[in-house]
C-alpha cells in the first residue's frame, strides 16, 4: 500500500516551501533584512557578504568601545577631585555629548543600516533619533572648539586668563554650547522640514534648504573657522616664543662712556659703541614644556575633527542645494566616520595629559 501518490508529494513539497518562505520572512524582519532587495528570484532569502558581516561588527565594536572609553573618563572625572576644575569641565562635557552619540545615537544608526537604510520603526523614534543626532554630534563639535578656545587664552593671555576668569569663561562656553545645539536640533520639530516620510520608510536630517545651510554652518562651518583661526594664533604665539627664546640682546646707547677713579689715580675711559651681549636660555621652562604639549594636543584634536566630519558636512550642504545624490554605500561612510570623531576625542586628550593616565592606573588597580 502506497502513502501517498504524486498528487500527495507535491502538496507536501508545496506546503513545505510555503512554511519555509513564511519562516524565512520573519527571521529576515527580526534580523533586520533588507527585504526585497536581499532577496534572490524565487524568493529565496540573499544572506549578509562577507564584506557586509566584517563592516557591522566593526562598526559595533566602534559603538561599544566609543561608550565605553568616554565613561571611562567621565567616571575619573567625578571620582578624582583634582578634576573638578577647569579645564577638565570643558573634558567632561565632551564626554557627556560623546557618550550620548555611543548610547542614544549610533545603535539606531546601526539599526539603520542593517535594515538597508530604510527606517521601520516609526516616526516618533525617527524623530528622537534625528534630534538626538543633531544634538549630540554638534555639542561635540563646540565642545572641541570651546577646549581649542580654552587652550588658546591660556596660552596667549595666560596673565590676565585668571582661574577665576577660566571657570567663568569656560561655564559660559558649555551653556552656549549646549543651548546652540539645542536650538539647531530641535527647530525641525516645530516646522522646519521634515526628518520622516512613510512612503519611502526614509529618516533623515531635513533637507529644507535654508535648514541645511543654518544646521551645517551653525554644528560645521562656524566652530571650523573658530578652531582655524585659533590654532593659526597658537601657532603664531608658540613660534614668536621660540624665536625669542633661543637668543636675547641686550644693547646698550653707542656712546662714550668715561669712567674715573680717585684723583691721584690715572683716568681710565672706554668707549662701547653697539656692544651686545647674548646669551642662551639652556633648555625649555616647564611652562613652556607645557604650553608645547598643549598646542601640539590643540592641533591633532582640530586636525582629527577636520578630517573626520568635513566629507559628511560637504555632501550634506551640496546634495539638497543642487538636488543631486551620492550612492547610499558613500553616505554611510561618511556618517560614520563622522561618529569616529567621538571616539578619538578622548584618546587625543587622555594621551596628552600625564594626570588622566596616573587616575586611570589608580582607578584599575584600586578595583583590583
Known sequence: MSVGGPDGADMLFSNSSSVLATNVTAIDELLGGTG???????????????????????????????????????????????????????????????????????????????????????????????????????????????????????????????????????????????????????????????????????????????????????????????????????????????????TNTITPMAEVVEVKEAERRPQMAFTARHATVSFQTDGETWREQKERRAALMVGILIGVFVLCWIPFFLTELLIPLCSCDIPPVWKSVFLWLGYSNSFFNPLIYTAFNKNYNNAFRNLFSRQR
Open 36 to 246: 526585497r532587495e536581499d532577496e534572490e528570484p524565487g524568493g529565496f532569502y540573499r544572506p549578509f557578504s562577507v564584506f557586509s558581516v566584517l563592516a557591522l561588527t566593526l562598526l559595533a565594536m566602534l559603538v561599544v568601545a566609543t561608550f565605553v572609553w568616554n565613561l571611562l573618563v567621565l567616571v575619573t572625572i567625578l571620582r578624582v577631585r583634582t578634576f573638578h576644575r577647569v579645564p577638565h569641565n570643558l573634558v567632561a562635557s565632551m564626554a557627556i555629548s560623546d557618550v550620548m552619540v555611543a548610547g542614544l545615537v549610533m545603535p539606531l544608526s546601526l539599526v539603520h543600516e542593517l535594515n538597508g537604510r530604510r527606517w521601520k520603526l516609526g516616526r516618533l523614534l525617527c524623530q528622537a533619533w534625528i534630534s538626538f543626532d543633531v544634538l549630540c554630534c554638534t555639542a561635540s563639535i563646540w565642545n572641541v572648539t570651546a577646549i581649542a578656545l580654552d587652550r588658546y587664552w591660556s596660552i596667549t593671555r595666560h596673565l590676565e586668563y585668571t582661574l577665576k576668569t577660566r571657570k567663568r569663561i569656560s561655564n559660559v562656553m558649555i551653556a552656549l554650547t549646549w543651548l546652540l545645539s539645542s536650538v539647531i536640533s530641535l527647530s525641525p520639530l516645530f516646522g522646519w522640514g521634515e526628518t520622516y516620510s512613510e512612503e519611502h520608510l526614509e529618516c533623515q536630517v531635513s533637507q529644507d534648504p535654508s535648514y541645511t545651510i543654518f544646521s551645517t554652518f551653525g554644528a560645521f562651518y562656524l566652530p571650523l573657522c573658530v578652531v582655524l583661526f585659533v590654532y593659526w594664533k597658537i601657532y603664531k604665539a608658540a613660534k614668536f616664543r621660540i624665536g625669542s627664546r633661543k
